[in-house]
């Protein structure tokens, strides 16, 4: 086996399971997308980019959906929500660093984790501010 993590590869979906979804990787090699990391619909026999998350010591392999690695993951949460404020009327979403977890889920496709980590990096760089109600950008008319 020739991979390491963090490799980008191509992952087919072969069927669900109760952990998730196996996958074939590179057409080659079985793996385990965990369900809990699936933000999108996924349907058997569908080709997705993918990238190795662990190689674990019994030879199975974990993937990911998602690149690995803090700043591999960060730019395209914040560019995503950036987006979207920027794509909103009045430069707010109403969903907040303390909305529920499937309500960022279903608008976002990300987890809380990754939307709360993409909020604090636009407001650490003064371009949000958040309050109970909402994310707002900070120059918006």
């Known amino acids: 086996m ?15 399971t109760p952990l998730g979804y196996t996958v074939m990787i590179n057409g080659v090699h079985e793996g385990l997308l965990y369900r809990n990391e699936v933000y999108v619909e996924l349907e058997d026999n569908s080709k997705h980019t993918g990238y190795i998350k662990n190689i674990r010591e019994d030879g199975k392999i974990d ?18 929500v950036m987006s979207l404020l920027n794509e909103s009327p009045y430069g707010y979403l109403l969903l907040t660093d303390k909305s529920p977890p499937d309500h960022i889920r279903y608008h976002l496709n990300m987890s809380k984790k990754a939307y709360k980590k ?3 990096h636009l ?15 900070v120059d918006k008319k």
């Open 2 to 16: 020739d991979f390491n993590v963090g490799d980008q590869v191509d992952l087919i979906i072969v069927n669900e």
């Open 63 to 80: 993937v990911s959906l998602r690149p690995q690695g803090f700043l591999n993951v960060i730019d395209s949460d914040v560019d995503k």
């Open 118 to 120: 993409a909020l604090g």
């Open 123 to 137: 407001y650490k760089q003064k371009l949000i501010t958040i309050s109970d109600e909402k994310v707002a950008l």
